[in-house]
């Protein structure tokens, strides 16, 4: 062999070594994944409860106001008809006593059945009750997804469900959400 052969023989396989290598880099670059896997993706939500009043009118009994508070009619209508009661019964002196008594009983009875009826005597009225009462919402905060890429897993917070893959642009991943290119 002479020494152009050989040259020739090394050039050449510099340059079978130079492509082979370059073909594999450019397989590798093309066989980066353009999409990532998607493993799960669950929503992040929180129960917001927000407190608002309600209010609401209510008829309520309450013991109506006591005109007489000291029961004077009543004693005394009980004081006419017990005395006139009692002055039917016996005679002369008697009599007297009879009036008398049949006064002061009829008196107290009079009071009594006046308290009774003055305890009984309601009237409704209307008020106003209110009370603090909760709202509840969701508040949504996104999707904790986890995801495999290059053989690794990992977890990333998301605005939206990537669905089964989320796109990879120059080895990154793509977290905005990507619009149909218009027509």
Same mark, same amino acid.
């Not at 009875?109 to 409704?124: F, H, L, R, S």
């Given at each position: 062999?002479?020494?152009?052969?050989?040259?020739?023989?090394?050039?050449?396989?510099?340059?079978?070594?130079?492509?082979?290598?370059?073909?594999?880099?450019?397989?590798?670059?093309?066989?980066?994944?353009?999409?990532?896997?998607?493993?799960?993706?669950?929503?992040?939500?929180?129960?917001?409860?927000?407190?608002?009043?309600?209010?609401?009118?209510?008829?309520?009994?309450?013991?109506?106001?006591?005109?007489?508070?000291?029961?004077?009619?009543?004693?005394?209508?009980?004081?006419?008809?017990?005395?006139?009661? %009692? @002055?039917? $019964?016996?005679?002369?002196? =008697? *009599?007297? /006593?009879? +009036?008398?008594?049949?006064? !002061? #009983?009829?008196?107290?009875?009079?009071?009594?059945?006046?308290?009774?009826?003055?305890?009984?005597?309601?009237?409704?009225?209307?008020?106003?009750?209110?009370?603090?009462?909760?709202?509840?919402?969701?508040?949504?905060?996104?999707?904790?997804?986890?995801?495999?890429?290059?053989?690794?897993?990992?977890?990333?917070?998301?605005?939206?469900?990537? %669905? @089964?893959? $989320?796109?990879?642009?120059? =080895? *990154?991943? /793509?977290? +905005?959400?990507?619009?149909? !290119? #218009?027509?």
């Amino acid at each position: 062999m002479d020494k152009s052969m050989v040259k020739g023989i090394v050039i050449g396989g510099i340059v079978v070594t130079a492509v082979a290598a370059s073909g594999i880099t450019g397989y590798k670059a093309m066989n980066k994944p353009v999409f990532a896997e998607v493993v799960s993706a669950k929503e992040i939500k929180e129960t917001v409860k927000t407190p608002r009043e309600e209010c609401e009118d209510v008829p309520v009994q309450k013991k109506a106001a006591v005109k007489d508070e000291h029961r004077i009619a009543g004693t005394a209508i009980g004081v006419v008809a017990g005395g006139l009661l %009692g @002055s039917t $019964i016996g005679s002369g002196s =008697g *009599k007297t /006593v009879a +009036t008398v008594a049949g006064a !002061a #009983a009829g008196g107290y009875a009079g009071n009594k059945v006046q308290k009774n009826m003055q305890d009984k005597d309601v009237e409704t009225v209307t008020e106003k009750r209110c009370k603090t009462v909760y709202d509840t919402s969701e508040k949504h905060h996104g999707y904790d997804v986890t995801y495999r890429l290059d053989g690794k897993q990992d977890v990333v917070r998301m605005a939206f469900n990537p %669905g @089964s893959q $989320i796109p990879v642009k120059d =080895g *990154k991943l /793509v977290l +905005t959400r990507q619009e149909p !290119a #218009a027509k």
